[in-house]
């Protein structure tokens, strides 16, 4: 609260991503786009791809973990999300979101406090920006109207009550 220079980092299964205000304003790089740290985890011993226990069914766009449940949030790209098992892996749950016109998932959060997971949409021509689920039984409870969306990045601060979004647009 009343902070003027703030950094949110997220993980996706494919790289980095960083969104950074400084005295109040988006940093953009030369193009526009906020931060893509862009790492991409290799196995050093035979130059492959690492990926870990997660078998994620479509491009993973943003992850997000519930430490408490042991659960892992990912948002796939057009899809809607799914839920891992943080220690085996394993799929929980798949909530796709196929029906809804001009969505397209890219960042997840989950606000344990409130039990609330929101997934962010970067389909510009949208009309919805975020649309809240219950965490527990990922249900959807809320869209949050907005035109032309382009959102990306997702943080919670459940202590302060807030979702904190970052965009590659104004």
């Known amino acids: 609260v009343g902070q003027r220079d703030v ?4 993980l996706g299964q494919r790289g980095i991503g960083l969104g950074a205000i400084s005295q109040g304003s988006l940093l953009t790089g030369a193009t526009g786009a906020s931060g893509e740290i862009g790492l991409l985890p290799l196995d050093l011993k035979n130059d492959t791809v690492k990926r870990g226990p997660f078998g994620f069914a479509a491009n993973v766009r943003g992850l997000d973990v519930d430490l408490t449940t042991g659960r892992v949030f990912g948002a796939t790209r057009q899809t809607g ?29 989950v606000d344990t406090v409130a039990n609330r997971l929101y997934v962010s949409n970067d389909n510009a021509a949208g009309t919805e920006g975020v649309r ?18 382009d959102y990306r990045s997702l943080a919670v601060d459940p202590a302060a009550g807030r979702l904190y979004i970052g965009h590659s647009t104004d």
């Open 7 to 10: 950094a949110l980092i997220y």
């Open 81 to 109: 999300f799914q839920v891992m098992d943080a220690t085996t892996g394993a799929a929980i749950a798949t909530v796709d979101t196929a029906g809804a016109a001009n969505w397209t998932s890219h960042g997840i959060a």
């Open 132 to 149: 809240v689920y219950d965490a527990t039984t990922y249900e959807l409870l809320q869209t949050l109207a907005v035109a032309k969306p």
